[in-house]
């Protein structure tokens, strides 16, 4: 009788190995977005706002230039974002027609717009008409268009740039 060698062993040690590196990355990650470090949770940022909490969704639509969100709740501060271009500055202007259908005491629904160093804010929490913003004090191109939830719930919008 011969000693037989197993064939499989360097496949068994890449496999080990594959592993470990994995979860050696998704520690990392985890202890990074734990700590912030990286990740733009600046709502005024010309650059994209990520999230670290949740949002619980119903629908969400970009079509025609008109973004649709409907959502039932979300983690305080949440941000939803959507990138519009404005064509005409001077002769354009932001419609957006929001409803909120739970506001608990002291929850808010903030709408802002940026692009480059302009940065404006709106409470839409209890909108009594849609709101109809000029947008002549921005740029032709691309603006963030974020809503920041704090606390609403059962919200349906609708914004776009007319």
Not at 9 to 34: D, E, N, P, Q, R
Not at 91 to 107: F, K
Not at 142 to 160: A, F, M
Request: a negative charge.
């Amino acid at each position: 009788m011969g000693k037989q060698g197993t064939h499989h062993l360097k496949y068994m040690i890449a496999g080990i190995v594959s592993m470990v590196f994995m979860l050696v990355c998704l520690t990392g990650f985890v202890i990074s977005a734990a700590a912030g470090n990286g990740i733009n949770t600046d709502v005024a940022s010309d650059e994209r706002v990520w999230n670290l909490g949740v949002i619980h969704m119903n629908h969400s639509s970009y079509l025609d230039d008109v973004w649709k969100l409907d959502f039932r709740s979300a983690s305080e501060g949440f941000v939803k974002e959507q990138n519009m271009t404005i064509a005409d500055a001077d002769a354009q202007a932001l419609y957006a027609d929001i409803v909120c259908g739970t506001v608990p005491d002291g929850a808010t629904l903030v709408l802002w717009l940026v692009q480059g160093d302009i940065v404006k804010s709106f409470d839409v929490t209890t909108l009594s008409a849609p709101l109809d913003y000029p947008l002549n004090e921005f740029e032709n191109g691309k603006i963030h268009v974020r809503l920041q939830i704090n606390g609403v719930e059962d919200t349906v919008s609708e914004i776009y740039i007319q």
